[in-house]
Nanobody, 125 residues
Framework: QVQLMESGGGSVQAGGSLRLSCTVS????????MAWFRQAPGEEREGVAY???????NYSDSVTGRFTISQDSTGNTVYLQMDSLKSEDTSMYYC???????????????????WGQGTQVTVSS
């Protein structure tokens, strides 16, 4: 069983920065493939960033160069550093964990078995 809890959301002006954290609690030592998704009202959930147990990363085109995903050495905390924020980044951000992953499918939310409750990010212009 894996439990995820996000923190670090809030309100910021455009151009500012926020860092989201996802605390991972699990019963086993099996590593998971971790990702951040976001969903704005009336829109589909979108994969934002991904990190593998070995540290490989992927990003959506909309955040490449502005967001950075990382994890601590234990894999128990995953971070999303968000810089140069834009109003279109306003959304609920979710941390997610997948027990398995396939090449090219990191943003497929159907692969993610565990989800956090989400943390709201609001960027004002």
């Amino acid at each position: 069983q894996v439990q995820l809890m996000e923190s670090g959301g809030g309100s910021v002006q455009a151009g500012g920065s926020l860092r989201l954290s996802c605390t991972v609690s699990r019963d086993t030592h099996i590593s998971n493939f971790m990702a951040w998704f976001r969903q704005a009202p009336g829109e589909e959930r979108e994969g934002v960033a991904y990190i593998s147990p070995r540290g490989g990363t992927n990003y959506s085109d909309s955040v490449t160069g502005r967001f950075t995903i990382s994890q601590d050495s234990t894999g128990n905390t995953v971070y999303l550093q968000m810089d140069s924020l834009k109003s279109e980044d306003t959304s609920m951000y979710y941390c997610a964990a997948a027990p398995v992953m396939y090449v090219g499918r990191w943003s497929d939310e159907r692969l993610y078995k565990y989800w956090g409750q989400g943390t709201q990010v609001t960027v004002s212009s």
